[in-house]
């Protein structure tokens, strides 16, 4: 049996016990085609509040177990991600909009490898014996925060709801997951689906998807004291003030606009090839696409004309039809929003060298050239399949260039000189750094986030920053005896 054999998920929507959204229920649509794929429940404000009080009932027996038997369930999770990648990357294709490769990446190392290595996250020492003054034993620990939140975007959704729904799951918590609406197969039920499968005791895992007033009612409940969110800057800033209000701890993955610098001792064809990849991956949106191509002066007419090559040849079309370079754009609103972003370059000044035009949903690959500082294009994430080239003469030009922005996510350098290409990166504050590769990468073993307007700090991936993530740490000491005081 299919893992996603219905058309309808309006009476389930998560996993272990599942209840029934309140609020009507509506299509999912294939951004490509304009298809209807299903029916799926709409959750509300009181679907949330019933989910976090099972969820917070269902945790406390979960933490108690043994936690090789909770290992044991995420095992079973990466096994299902793989018995049913091609079913899974069928669903991200159709409803997100994504191309084969990137949605069978998704269901491998978002799904599969995520549940892998939250399984060996499970097993990891929980606490330190730590030093002491007096005589007795002093050490802390670690325990489940309890229920953790979980809100998604559209771009990812399988990558970037599991990269947090895995490690909360292993060290103990119950999760909470609000999908984009968009997204909500495919990086909300497609999950829910899985554990299921894998024996997730119920109640442990909810999965609603709801609009603006559901994530509301999750960052404010008082019984889920961490959230976990990757979107934009703009509800990033909401979610991080409205969590204050209630001392709660938050993850924030946001927006980006990364620089990709390319030196004039490069392989022009390579760099062009890796900066329209950076670009252009699944019509650039992407937090971590290639948003500003930082070139020399000396080699700059040449890459322009290459990139603008690549992105003249590149075939805009259904991913799910055909052998396609790019998808399309999620839906109308993001396209008109990206295609505001070039036309009001190219008004102050931005040479158009290629592209600009679209038909339904698929905006052809972009290639802005001459982009004045003050453009959009070159101040703004676009998330849209534009490449904006900006001029530099040295070093000094290039570091000021690329720190010129609230962002600090991703950087990628382009360069013969590896020793100069690290050099450079250190004058550059951001979360991720590739020399020689474009800006768009990420594993589930990697700590993963930005600064600035990008996020606060690496709070994804690895044992280390899962670990701070989705646990409290807690001082113990032990004596022997009471100890004598001067009462």
């Not at 949330?48 to 945790?59: D, G, I, K, N, S």
């Not at 991956?281 to 020399?296: D, K, N, Y």
């Not at 550059?428 to 474009?438: A, E, S």
Request: proline residues 5%; contains cysteine; aromatic residues 6%.
């Amino acid at each position: 049996m299919a893992l996603l054999d219905s058309m309808e998920w309006t009476e389930r929507i998560f996993s272990g016990g599942w209840i029934k959204g309140s609020g009507d229920s509506y299509d999912s649509c294939e951004p490509a085609t304009g298809d209807t794929l299903g029916r799926v429940g709409a959750a509300t404000p009181d679907d949330l509040a019933r989910a976090v009080e099972r969820a917070t009932q269902a945790q406390r027996s979960w933490a108690a177990l043994p936690y090789i038997e909770r290992a044991q369930v995420l095992r079973r999770a990466a096994r299902t991600f793989e018995e049913n990648q091609a079913e899974i990357a069928d669903w991200i294709v159709r409803e997100s909009g994504a191309l084969r490769p990137f949605a069978e990446f998704q269901a491998s190392n978002g799904g599969a490898e995520e549940c892998y290595e939250a399984a060996a996250l499970a097993a990891a020492p929980y606490g330190e014996v730590l030093r002491s003054i007096d005589e007795r034993l002093s050490f802390s620990r670690r325990f489940p925060v309890g229920v953790v939140g979980v809100i998604a975007p559209f771009n990812a959704p399988m990558v970037l709801a599991m990269r947090a729904v895995a490690p909360a799951l292993a060290l103990g918590n119950a999760v909470v997951l609000k999908p984009d609406p968009r997204t909500a197969i495919c990086g909300g039920v497609a999950i829910a689906r899985v554990f299921e499968e894998a024996g997730l005791p119920d109640g442990l895992l909810h999965v609603l998807p709801g609009g603006a007033d559901v994530g509301a009612a999750l960052v404010d409940h008082p019984q889920v004291p961490v959230i976990a969110f990757t979107g934009s800057t703009r509800a990033g800033k909401a979610i991080a003030a409205a969590a204050a209000k209630r001392l709660k701890r938050t993850h924030l993955e946001l927006g980006g606009n990364s620089a990709l610098i390319v030196l004039d001792d490069v392989d022009l064809e390579r760099a062009a090839s890796a900066g329209a990849f950076g670009s252009f991956h699944h019509a650039g949106q992407i937090c971590m696409a290639s948003s500003r191509h930082l070139v020399h002066t000396g080699v700059a007419d040449e890459y322009v004309e290459l990139l603008a090559q690549r992105a003249q040849a590149a075939v805009v079309g259904d991913p799910a039809g055909g052998d396609v370079a790019v998808g399309p754009m999620i839906d109308q609103r993001q396209l008109e929003a990206a295609h505001a972003v070039v036309t009001d370059s190219v008004a102050v000044g931005a040479r158009l060298v290629t592209g600009g035009t679209y038909e339904g949903l698929m905006y052809r690959p972009t290639v802005l050239a001459d982009v004045p500082l003050t453009a959009r294009a070159y101040a703004e994430e676009i998330f849209g399949p534009v490449a904006p080239v900006v001029r530099f003469h040295d070093l000094d030009e290039a570091a000021k260039l690329a720190t010129n922005t609230e962002y600090g996510l991703s950087l990628g350098i382009l360069t013969r000189d590896v020793a100069k290409g690290l050099a450079l990166a250190e004058r550059i504050p951001t979360g991720l750094v590739h020399i020689n590769d474009q800006t768009v990468n990420d594993e589930a073993t990697v700590p993963f986030g930005g600064r600035g307007d990008s996020g606060n700090g690496s709070r994804h991936g690895g044992a280390a920053a899962n670990l701070e993530a989705f646990t409290e740490q807690q001082w113990v000491t032990v004596r022997g005896d009471i100890p004598s005081y001067p009462f």
